[in-house]
Structure formats: structure tokens, C-alpha cells
């Protein structure tokens, strides 16, 4: 494999056969990101101002554990401090409210994030509302949230900005293109779809009630899956050309028995088709951890206020 040869922040692999499509590589633009970003990291360092991002979770949940060490071991390579605050499964929404706030005073603290899920009856929103919007280096607060109308690259949802990354280094221009994502979440689809807005693609969201979601995605430039359906995008249903990036994480079990990670598109069918493709795993995830370790360094730094020009490109080389 060789780094495809573009003039501007392009940072792609193209793999061997000429005919195969540019595959997006979520691992490297990560890396990539981590470089651009570790210059501020250590001047933050030396002013005295410490990046440190906790996690809250409430309770024991496998998957969340496992997703927060992720985390964590992206944090140890940035340089940035990290600490998970574990609550007793048992918490009230009062009781965890109050844990916020003591993150919140605390100077130390210069990111938080609130793991989900929560347990059952605590809804997220009012809690998230309760993070400090400058420490809110999730990008779940409103006011954060807000800046996806703005088309701002502030303190944003991290996954959301990841697929905007990934589509920046493909090198793609997105002004007129026709853009559909595929799910409508407040973490991923809606916000997805406001910065592809912000960016002037013509963009077509579709969810799990749209009737004929071939019809929408068969126009797509450029498509965003976010779902949670292994294998609900086929071959059939991509432009021939199109740049696909697939958020989807699905558990499945292969054909040799054995457990896997797969995205919402059924890759093999699908690669050949397009322009452009993130695999799973090694696409949009890695690139999120990379946007939430940049959020921390914004935050860390004072987080611009919502009139500043924002941040582009999202990594500078
Ligand atoms: P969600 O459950 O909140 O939303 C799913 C969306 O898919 C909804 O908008 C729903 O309307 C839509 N949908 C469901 N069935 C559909 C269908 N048959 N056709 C069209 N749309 C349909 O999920 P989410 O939090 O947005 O996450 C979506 C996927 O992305 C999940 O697999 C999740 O694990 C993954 N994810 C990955 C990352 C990452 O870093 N790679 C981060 C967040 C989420």
C-alpha cells in the first residue's frame, strides 16, 4: 500500500489493485490527528494546564468498560490524563447530577464525559445538559450541539466530526454533492447531517421509517450509514462512484464461527462499487477516539466561543 498522492490534507491508502476503491483508513488519519494535535498537548502541558478527561459511569457494564479502556489507552497516547469515576449501579439521577457538578468546579477537571448507557429510568439529556458546556467534550450539551448549525468544528459530537474527518482527507469537495445518511440519531445522523448541510451538500436523511431507502441512497455522492444493521447497504443500493463512510458497529458471527466487527454495509459487495470506503473495524471508530482526545485539548485550551470561525481543516497539515 502507498499514501495516495494528493496536494491537500488527502490522507488516504490506496491499495493495490488499481481497480479497488480509496480505502479510507481510519487508524492513520487518527494518528494523523494525534501529530497535528501533540505540539498543543505538550504546550499545554508546560503552561501547567494539565488536560484531564474523566469518564462517569454508573454501574458495571461489560461493553462500556471495555469501550472507556479504548479510551483510555488513546488518552495515554496523547498525553492526556484520564480517569474513570465509577458509581454504584444503585444511583439516583440526583446522585449522579452531583457527581457532575463536582467535576464541573473542579480546575482540574478539563474534560468529562458521561458514559451511556445509564441504567434504566435515568434518561440522558437533563444530565448531559448538566456538564460544564466547556468541559462537554462529548458534544452532547445543547449549546455544543447548537454549533452543528452553525456548520462549527468547535465541541462537537465526536463521531459526527470523525465522518466529517475521514470525508475531508478522502479529499472529496462536498459543495453540491448529493449527500444521504442513513439514521436520524441525535448523536450521529442529525448532526452528521447539519455539518454535510454546513458544507453545502444537498443532503437527504433517511431513517427507519423511510419507505424506499434504495431509492434515497442509490442518488448519494457521498453516504453516511449510522444504523446498527449489518449488512442493510448492498451492493444494489450504492451509486456507482460514491464515497461511503460506515459508522455501524455490529457484532456478528462469521461463517467459521467465530464472533466479529462488521459496519452496517456489506463491504466485499459494496468496495468495489464505490470511490471510497471505511472498513469496520479500523474506520470511523479509531477517528472518534482521536476527535474526543482533540476535544479535550479545545477544552483544555478554552473552548472558542461559537461566533469564532472554527476549525478547519480538522488537522492542519
Ligand atoms: P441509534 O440506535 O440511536 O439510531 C439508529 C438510527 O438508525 C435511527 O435513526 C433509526 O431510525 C435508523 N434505522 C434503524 N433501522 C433502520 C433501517 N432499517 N433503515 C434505515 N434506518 C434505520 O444509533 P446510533 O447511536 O446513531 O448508532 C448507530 C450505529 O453507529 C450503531 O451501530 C452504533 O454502534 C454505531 N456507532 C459507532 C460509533 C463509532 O465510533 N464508530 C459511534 C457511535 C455509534
Same mark, same amino acid.
Given at each position: ?7 491537500s +490534507?488527502c ?6 489493485t488499481p481497480?479497488?476503491?480509496?480505502? $479510507?483508513d /481510519?487508524?492513520?488519519? %487518527?494518528?494523523?490527528?494525534r ?9 499545554l502541558r508546560e503552561s501547567g494546564?494539565?488536560?484531564?478527561l474523566v %469518564?462517569?459511569?454508573?454501574g458495571e ?12 489507552r #488513546?488518552a495515554?497516547?496523547?498525553g492526556i490524563e484520564?480517569?474513570i469515576q465509577? &458509581?454504584?449501579?444503585?444511583t439516583?439521577e ?10 464541573n ?10 458514559? *451511556?448507557p445509564?441504567?434504566a ?13 466547556h468541559k462537554?467534550?462529548?458534544?452532547v450539551?445543547?449549546?455544543? $450541539?447548537g454549533g452543528c448549525?452553525?456548520?462549527r468544528y468547535? &465541541?462537537l459530537?465526536?463521531?459526527a466530526?470523525a465522518?466529517?474527518?475521514?470525508l475531508?482527507?478522502s479529499g472529496?469537495e462536498?459543495q453540491?454533492?448529493?449527500a ?11 448532526p452528521? +447531517?447539519?455539518?454535510?448541510? !454546513? ?6 436523511v433517511?431513517?427507519?421509517f423511510?419507505?424506499n431507502?434504495?431509492e434515497?441512497t ?7 450509514v !449510522?444504523?446498527g444493521?449489518? #449488512?442493510?447497504?448492498t451492493a ?6 460514491a ?7 455490529n %457484532?456478528?458471527?462469521?461463517?467459521? #464461527?467465530?464472533?466479529k466487527i462488521?459496519?452496517?454495509t456489506?463491504?466485499?459487495g459494496?468496495a ?5 470506503i471505511?472498513?469496520?473495524? /479500523?474506520g470511523v471508530?479509531?477517528?472518534?477516539v482521536?476527535? $474526543?482526545?482533540?476535544n479535550?485539548?479545545?477544552a483544555?485550551? #478554552?473552548?472558542?466561543? *461559537?461566533?469564532d470561525?472554527?476549525?478547519?481543516p480538522?488537522?492542519t %497539515?
Amino acid at each position: 500500500m502507498c499514501i495516495r498522492d494528493r496536494p491537500s +490534507a488527502c490522507y488516504v491508502i490506496r491499495m493495490e489493485t488499481p481497480d479497488q476503491p480509496l480505502q $479510507l483508513d /481510519g487508524r492513520a488519519l %487518527a494518528t494523523r490527528i494525534r501529530d497535528d494535535y501533540a505540539p498543543r498537548v505538550a504546550a499545554l502541558r508546560e503552561s501547567g494546564r494539565r488536560p484531564r478527561l474523566v %469518564a462517569l459511569r454508573v454501574g458495571e457494564d461489560a461493553a462500556t468498560k471495555a469501550y472507556l479502556r479504548g479510551q483510555q489507552r #488513546g488518552a495515554e497516547k496523547w498525553g492526556i490524563e484520564y480517569d474513570i469515576q465509577t &458509581l454504584p449501579a444503585s444511583t439516583n439521577e440526583r446522585g449522579i447530577r452531583k457527581a457532575i457538578r463536582a467535576l464541573n468546579a473542579d480546575p482540574e477537571v478539563t474534560g468529562i464525559m458521561l458514559a *451511556l448507557p445509564l441504567p434504566a429510568g435515568i434518561g440522558a439529556r437533563a444530565l448531559q445538559r448538566e456538564i460544564d458546556p466547556h468541559k462537554d467534550v462529548e458534544g452532547v450539551h445543547p449549546e455544543n $450541539l447548537g454549533g452543528c448549525l452553525y456548520g462549527r468544528y468547535g &465541541l462537537l459530537p465526536c463521531t459526527a466530526l470523525a465522518v466529517m474527518a475521514l470525508l475531508e482527507s478522502s479529499g472529496i469537495e462536498l459543495q453540491g454533492k448529493q449527500a444521504v445518511v442513513v439514521g436520524h440519531s441525535e448523536i450521529v445522523g442529525k448532526p452528521v +447531517a447539519l455539518l454535510l448541510l !454546513a458544507q453545502d451538500a444537498t443532503t437527504t436523511v433517511c431513517h427507519k421509517f423511510t419507505g424506499n431507502l434504495a431509492e434515497h441512497t442509490r442518488t448519494a455522492d457521498v453516504l453516511v450509514v !449510522a444504523v446498527g444493521k449489518a #449488512g442493510l447497504i448492498t451492493a444494489d443500493m450504492v451509486k456507482p462512484g460514491a464515497y461511503v463512510v460506515d459508522v455501524g458497529i455490529n %457484532a456478528v458471527t462469521g461463517d467459521d #464461527g467465530k464472533h466479529k466487527i462488521v459496519g452496517d454495509t456489506d463491504y466485499d459487495g459494496v468496495a468495489p462499487v464505490c470511490a471510497a470506503i471505511t472498513p469496520v473495524p /479500523g474506520g470511523v471508530g479509531p477517528v472518534t477516539v482521536a476527535i $474526543l482526545m482533540r476535544n479535550t485539548v479545545l477544552a483544555t485550551e #478554552g473552548m472558542p466561543p *461559537l461566533d469564532d470561525p472554527g476549525q478547519l481543516p480538522l488537522f492542519t %497539515a
